[in-house]
């Protein structure tokens, strides 16, 4: 079955610094990944949709300067927390999905970012 | 990305009891699909919905997409341990997400 890749699955580090974070489709092509945030015991929230080729489309209040994505290749995308601050500490996940018409999401694993 | 109502948010039941959530859109929806997380892990794609007033069975689980396409429920019969996580739905209708709310299931032995 279809598989994303997400690197790192935890990262831990100072306040000021900037994270990227990896989400790749193993086997199949993603015109389109998906990048949520989730904080402890609660569901998804959709930041920002990665367009391969384009710019990405962000939710109503993500700053688009502070969560900077690039989506380079039909298999790439990678979400940089810029000057990460405890505030931004929290499960980071990306999905994607082949093409076609109501394709489920394949999820990554996710990562943990601790901002101390 | 929409939220899409779900309910309830939390579920609390004994083992062997029944399950059930439900997600409610004023949106008509093209297709629902209904994803697993277990504590600590990613989200896990259980089925899609597609047609009007379809139902699909996955062993104890149940699925129903109303006939308005509005409406979705996922129930489980006799919960087990392994049940525990948090069920959520989602459609991508057009160029929209809809995202449901989630519910977590917590089941007691």
């Known amino acids: 079955g279809a598989v994303v890749s997400q690197h790192p699955s935890r990262v831990i580090c100072k306040s000021g610094t900037s994270v990227k974070i990896e989400c790749r489709s193993l086997?199949?092509?993603?015109?389109?990944m998906f990048w949520y945030r989730q904080f402890p015991k609660q569901s998804l929230m959709l930041m920002a949709t990665?367009?391969?080729?384009?710019?990405?489309?962000?939710e109503q209040g993500v700053e688009k300067d502070k969560f900077l994505i690039n989506h380079a290749s039909l298999t790439l995308s990678t979400l940089t927390v810029t000057s990460a601050h405890p505030e931004d500490s929290s499960f980071y996940i990306c999905?994607?999905?082949?093409?076609?018409?109501?394709?489920?999401?394949?999820f990554g694993d996710g990562t943990r970012l601790s901002i101390l | 990305g929409q939220q899409v109502m779900q309910i309830p948010q939390y579920q609390h039941v004994q083992e062997g009891e029944d399950f059930t959530t439900y997600c409610n859109s004023s949106?008509?929806?093209?297709?629902i699909q209904w994803y697993k997380q277990r504590p600590g892990g990613h989200p896990v794609f259980l089925i899609q919905?597609?047609?009007?007033?379809e139902v699909k069975k996955q062993k104890r689980l149940t699925f129903q997409f109303g006939e308005a396409k509005k409406n979705s429920s996922l129930h489980i019969t006799a919960t087990q341990t392994t049940d525990v996580g948090t069920y959520f739905c989602?459609?991508?209708?057009?160029?929209?997400?809809?995202f449901g709310t989630g519910t977590s299931l917590t089941v007691i032995p």
């Open positions: 999905s994607a999905s082949p093409a076609g018409a109501g394709q489920p999401q394949h």
């Open positions: 086997d199949f092509q993603a015109t389109t």
């Open positions: 990665s367009n391969e080729g384009s710019k990405a489309t962000y």
């Open positions: 949106t008509t929806l093209s297709n």
């Open positions: 919905l597609v047609k009007s007033g």
């Open positions: 989602l459609s991508n209708t057009g160029n929209q997400f809809y």
